[in-house]
C-alpha cells in the first residue's frame, strides 16, 4: 500500500512521492486499523485522516477482500495490481489543482459519483477559513469574482459579451438597416432585389426535404402498423432525442452531434492550436463575386442555412437523409459549410439537387474536399456579429504574434479566417460556443508562395538587378 508524503521514511527512487512498504507491513496497519470490526471502509483523504491507510480510493471489492485478517495477503496482492493497472496515477494531481470553487461545482454536478462527493464535502469541510477569506473579499469590494465557480464565471464573461455585442454590434446595425430602408439607398436594395429569385430557390429545397421527410415518416408508420413491437422502442428513442435538444438549450456544446475528428497540437493563452483532417463538407455561397461578405447579413446567412440543412434532410437526388452535424462553418470568403458525417451505409455522399448554373450561385448546394489543416482557434460567446469576429481576429493575431506563431498566408495577404457555430438558434446566447479561426505553420515551415516569391527565376536576364527579400523588421 502507499502513505502520504508526510508519513514517508524511506524515499522511492522512481516516484519521490510515495513509499512502499513490505507485505508485512501492510498487514500489520491494516489489521489495527481494523480490529474490533470485520469490515472497514477506507474513502481517500477522510481515510488518511481517521488511520495512516492510503489517501486513494480503493474499491469495494478489494475492501471485501480485507474485511477479515484471513484475506490481508490477498488486500495486499489486489494493491499491488491497482497500482501496475495505474488506479493511483493522477489523484494527486488533481487534487493539488482544485480550488474550493471547482470542488463545489464538482459536489453539485449530477453526474458525480456519491463517493467522490463524500471526498469533495470532506474537502470542502476543510476549506472553510479560504472560503470566508474569499467570501468577505467579495463583501468588502462589492466583487463576486473571488466565490464564482468555473461555471459561474463563464456565465459572467458571457453575460458581459453578449451586453458588448447587443451595445455595440447590434443596436447600431439596426439603426442603419432601418435609416438605409427608410432613405431607399444603399445596398439593402440589392438583398431586396435578389428576393424574388432566391426565396422560390430555397423555398424548393425545403419543400424538397419536407416531402422526403413525409415519405420517411409514412414508411415509419406502415413499419409500425406491421410490426407493433418496435413502437415502444421507437418512441423511447424520439424520447431521449427530444431530452437531448432540451439540454442543447443551455450546453454550451450541443450533445449527440459529430464534428470534424482534429487533435489538440498545443496550447496558449487564450487559444489552441489543432490538427484537423480532411473530410467531406456540403457547401453553398452566402454572396457573389466582388460582393461583401457580412455575417450580419440574416438573408444571405438564412438561406445557405436553410439550403444545406434541406440538404441533409433529403433534398438530394438519393432522397437521403443524414445528421446533423457540427460546427456550422463560415469562411472569410462569403462560403458556408456543413461537415458531412458518413455513417458507415454509404459509399459516398448523395449529389445535391441541382448544379451550380454559375459561379457562387446563392443558395446552389455543392459537394468540397476540405483538406488537412493546421488551425490556430480562440473561443468566444455570445452573437456572431461582423464586429465581434473583427475583435476576437485581432486578439487571436495578436496573441499568435506575441508567441512567435507563425501565418500561413503569403507574404502581405488578407488573412483569411473560419467561423465555427456549435450551437442551434435555440441555445440561449450567454452559453453558445463559436469559434474563429486562422491557418497557422508549423514551426520551421515556410509558406509555400513566399519563397516563390523571391526566388529569382532561372530564365530572367542576368542583366537585371536582383532584389533582395525585405527582412519582416524592415
Not at 458581459?160 to 447600431?172: F, L
Not at 461578405?293 to 442555412?305: C, E, M, R
Request: hydrophobic share 40%.
Amino acid at each position: 500500500t502507499y502513505l502520504p508524503r508526510s508519513t514517508q521514511l524511506n524515499t522511492n527512487q522512481g516516484d519521490p512521492g510515495i513509499m512502499k512498504l513490505s507485505r508485512e507491513t501492510i498487514s500489520i496497519v491494516v489489521l489495527l486499523c481494523a480490529q474490533q470490526t470485520s469490515a472497514f471502509t477506507v474513502s481517500h483523504k477522510a481515510a488518511s485522516r481517521s488511520f495512516a491507510c492510503s489517501p486513494y480510493k480503493i474499491s469495494r471489492n478489494i475492501i471485501a477482500r480485507a474485511s477479515t485478517t484471513e484475506s490481508l495477503e490477498a488486500f495486499a496482492d489486489s494493491l499491488e495490481e491497482d497500482d501496475e493497472a495505474g488506479l493511483f496515477d493522477d489523484v494527486d494531481d488533481v487534487d493539488a489543482i482544485a480550488t474550493w470553487q471547482e470542488q463545489l461545482e464538482m459536489l453539485l454536478d449530477p453526474d458525480t459519483p456519491m463517493a467522490k462527493r463524500q471526498i469533495l464535502l470532506s474537502d470542502l469541510v476543510s476549506s472553510n477559513e479560504s472560503i470566508r477569506q474569499d467570501v468577505q473579499k467579495a463583501v468588502s469590494e462589492r466583487n463576486i469574482d473571488p466565490i464564482l465557480t468555473p461555471t459561474g464565471k463563464k456565465l459572467q464573461d458571457g453575460t458581459r459579451a453578449v451586453a458588448r455585442q447587443i451595445t455595440t454590434d447590434i443596436i447600431p446595425g439596426l439603426a442603419d438597416i432601418a435609416n438605409t430602408i427608410s432613405s431607399g439607398r444603399g445596398s439593402s436594395n440589392s438583398i431586396v432585389d435578389e428576393l424574388p429569385s432566391l426565396v422560390p430557390k430555397v423555398g424548393e429545397r425545403v419543400l424538397d426535404a419536407m416531402r422526403t421527410t413525409a415519405k420517411k415518416n409514412l414508411e415509419i408508420l406502415q413499419g409500425d402498423l406491421a410490426d407493433p413491437s418496435r413502437i415502444p422502442g421507437r418512441l423511447s428513442k424520439q424520447r431521449s432525442d427530444i431530452e437531448a435538444e432540451v439540454r442543447n438549450i443551455f450546453l454550451e456544446t450541443p450533445v449527440g452531434l459529430q464534428e470534424p475528428e482534429y487533435s489538440v497540437i498545443e496550447k496558449g493563452v487564450g487559444y489552441e492550436i489543432r490538427q484537423y483532417e480532411g473530410y467531406t463538407a456540403a457547401a453553398t455561397s452566402m454572396s457573389k463575386i466582388g460582393e461583401s461578405v457580412s455575417v450580419n447579413d440574416l438573408t444571405s446567412g438564412g438561406a445557405a442555412f436553410n439550403s444545406l440543412a434541406a440538404y441533409l434532410f433529403g433534398a438530394n437526388e438519393d432522397e437521403k437523409g443524414m445528421e446533423m452535424t457540427t460546427p456550422v462553418t463560415t469562411t472569410s470568403d462569403g462560403e458556408m459549410r456543413f461537415y458531412l458525417k458518413n455513417d458507415g451505409t454509404m459509399e459516398g455522399f448523395p449529389t445535391p439537387l441541382a448544379v451550380e448554373d454559375k459561379l457562387n450561385e446563392k443558395g446552389a448546394v455543392k459537394l468540397i474536399e476540405v483538406p488537412p489543416a493546421r488551425l490556430a482557434v480562440a473561443r468566444f460567446t455570445g452573437f456572431v456579429t461582423d464586429g465581434e469576429v473583427a475583435r476576437q481576429k485581432d486578439a487571436l493575431l495578436s496573441a499568435l504574434a506575441a508567441d512567435g506563431v507563425e501565418i500561413d498566408v503569403p507574404h502581405g495577404a488578407v488573412v483569411p479566417y473560419f467561423v465555427f457555430q456549435y450551437n442551434p438558434p435555440y441555445t440561449i446566447p450567454i452559453v453558445r460556443r463559436n469559434e474563429i479561426a486562422v491557418p497557422v505553420l508549423a514551426p520551421g515551415e515556410v509558406p509555400a508562395k513566399l519563397e516563390e516569391e523571391w526566388i529569382a527565376d532561372d530564365a530572367v536576364d542576368e542583366d537585371e538587378p536582383f532584389i533582395e527579400a525585405p527582412s519582416d523588421v524592415e
